[in-house]
């Protein structure tokens, strides 16, 4: 039986490329440029890439790109664009908890979740973190979102997450402040019309938790920001009013 995310990825492509939080692409990724310094020479892994969106702009400003995904259906419509895009994104499946490619990266991105934080453990997200700290070689970077726990403490989460929703309806909400997980019903209308109902948990994460588990993998520096869809910032400091946060950290 699959997993919700599993399900709410399947077919859901094109649905999900009309979706609000996916529009601060081109932004997201001069962000990261200028992380890299503009230096074309460093190889980019994208982890839960989806439909490629930043793998494809990535590789249109020059950047040699890997994506990885766990959907079929996302990987095809992103193999779709990139030959659109007349650009070369070498795109793979695989489970972000089972992958290592040995220091082969000087930046892996895991960006709009990317897998992390969608999974039913602790141990789980870790794994992922872990994969890809394995994945990087001395003094490469890790850039990645995640969901901010100080952000349902304070706010609603029923308005965010419908916010400017395009194939997805989210209801019966609930937060648990001892584990920092927000359990959800999701509406979903995918690319065929087929409406799906799902239970989904999502685990959100203190920054103070983040810096201990990075550290715990090795990385010397870590910083974290605000992560707004679109406006991504040095300047912004993570706050209750974000709902996820940016990390940029380096081995």
Not at 38 to 64: F, P, S
Not at 75 to 104: H, P
Not at 191 to 207: T, V
Request: glycine share 8%; proline share 2%.
């Amino acid at each position: 039986m699959k997993k919700w995310y599993e399900e709410l990825f399947t077919d859901y492509a094109r649905t999900y490329d009309q979706e609000a939080f996916t529009q601060g692409t081109l932004q997201e990724v001069g962000f990261i440029e200028k992380e890299l310094r503009k230096n074309k020479r460093v190889r980019i892994l994208d982890v839960g890439c989806g439909t490629g969106r930043h793998a494809i702009e990535l590789a249109r400003r020059g950047y040699d790109v890997t994506g990885l995904d766990l959907s079929p259906s996302q990987l095809k419509r992103a193999e779709e664009k990139a030959r659109a895009a007349g650009v070369r994104v070498k795109f793979i499946r695989k489970d972000a908890r089972a992958f290592d490619f040995r220091g082969r990266f000087g930046l892996v991105i895991m960006l709009c979740e990317g897998g992390f934080s969608l999974m039913e453990t602790d141990e789980m997200n870790f794994l992922i973190l872990e994969n890809c700290a394995k994945s990087l070689g001395k003094g490469g970077k890790f850039i990645f979102s995640t969901l901010n726990a100080l952000f349902p403490l304070v706010s609603s989460l029923k308005q965010i997450l419908n916010e400017g929703a395009v194939g997805t309806k989210t209801s019966k909400i609930s937060f648990n402040i001892a584990t920092l997980r927000e359990n959800s019903v999701m509406e979903v209308k995918d690319d065929k019309g087929k409406k799906k109902i799902l239970h989904c948990s999502e685990r959100f994460y203190m920054p103070s938790e983040l810096s201990w588990m990075l550290k715990t993998l090795g990385f010397r520096k870590v910083e974290i920001f605000g992560g707004t869809i679109g406006k991504f910032s040095r300047k912004a400091r993570p706050s209750p009013k974000e709902f996820e946060l940016l990390v940029v950290t380096e081995k």
